[in-house]
Structures are given as structure tokens and as C-alpha cells.
């Protein structure tokens, strides 16, 4: 039971991390958007939904080739330490996986307020 109220803590956690860093960075795609193509919030919109979704791809790309060279040539991760203080069940690649979910959930939500405005 302690290992799962901890698995959940972890994914609560990492989802969070997530959420906050697809807010701050869409933020800031925002206002690039908004500011560049003629202070239009659907510009803003859409850039926001578009970096949100690349890095995401992005990210996942890099874990599902850290999956598949894991038996040929297993990485050294050296702040597993630390690491533990911070996530005491997930590893580094599930962590990385969920904060990929909650930026495509932010580009989701960018993408249904365009959706909203067109309506």
C-alpha cells in the first residue's frame, strides 16, 4: 500500500512539473505569437498549441530512443541519488513520459480554444 500511495504521489508530482513548465513555455509561445503576427490572440493561439505539440514530440522521440538502446548500452545516470529524493518509485524515462502527456494536454486545451473562437 505504501508503494503505490508513493507511485501515485510521484505521478501526481511529475504531471504537476509538467503542467507548470507547458504553462510557463506556452506563455511565452503566447506572446511570441500574439506580438509577432499582429496582436491576433488566435495567432497567439496557435503558436502556443504548435511549440507545445513539437516539443512534446519532440521529448518523446528522445525517450523511445532511450527505450530501445537500453539493453545495447545502458546509460550511467549518476544523480540517481538525488534523483530518489524527488521520485521515490518512477524512473527519469517515466517521469519525462508524463510531463510529454501534460504538454499535449496543454496543446489540447490551446487547441480547443481555438476551436471555441472560430465557432
Sequence with gaps: MNKAKDLLRDGAKAFA????????FGLVLFLAGFLIRGMAVAAGLEVM??????VAALSMFII??????????PE????KNGWREHFKVMGYKTVMGI???????AASAADYMLLLMRK
Design 17 to 24: 512539473i509538467g503542467l507548470l513548465f507547458s504553462a510557463a
Design 76 to 79: 550511467k545516470f549518476s544523480q
Design 49 to 54: 498549441k504548435d511549440g507545445l505539440l513539437l
Design 64 to 73: 523511445a530512443g532511450m527505450l530501445l538502446v537500453k539493453g545495447k548500452n
Design 99 to 105: 510531463i510529454c502527456i501534460a504538454m499535449l494536454i
